[in-house]
């Protein structure tokens, strides 16, 4: 490709609306921060889609569907007098695949009462539903 070749492409309409396009995605995002901070965990599941679809991974283990999903991270953060934590996104990177389909990874970071920490990684796929943009495919790791 010539270089003026790349600038046209660059330049063109095509270009301009996948940067634009990432707004609703990256809201999603900060609807799960702000969801899971205030400890909601039902608000912070609104950002999943509602489907037995749904695919959620984590280390070894391989949830589907929405109700498991919800049931799992209730086990893991709200049983047994155990608490959400104050989560935050790093290194967050939004890209939209195309229409009503997109890309999201980095680190998520998790800071509890007791000065513990939890920390890891996550790649989502999300898709435009009539509802809004839903994740349907989660794979987070933790270290």
């Known amino acids: 490709m010539t270089p003026a070749a790349a600038v046209l492409l660059l330049l063109s309409p095509l270009a301009a609306p996948a940067a634009a396009d990432a707004a609703p995605v990256r809201a999603v995002l900060d609807a799960q921060l702000t969801a899971w901070n205030r400890g909601d965990l039902e608000a912070f599941m609104e ?19 929405w109700q498991a999903t919800v049931e799992r991270y209730r086990q893991r953060y709200l049983s047994d007098g155990r608490e959400m934590g104050q989560l935050r996104f790093e290194e967050l990177d939004v890209e939209v695949l195309g229409p009503g389909v997109a890309f999201a990874r980095g680190a998520w970071r998790l800071a509890f009462r007791e000065g513990k920490t939890a920390q890891g990684r996550f790649t989502l796929l999300l898709r435009e539903k009539p509802e809004g943009w839903r994740i349907v495919y989660d794979h987070s790791s933790g270290e």
């Open 47 to 65: 950002t999943y889609w509602k489907s037995p679809e749904l695919l959620f991974q984590s280390n070894a283990a391989t949830t589907r569907g």
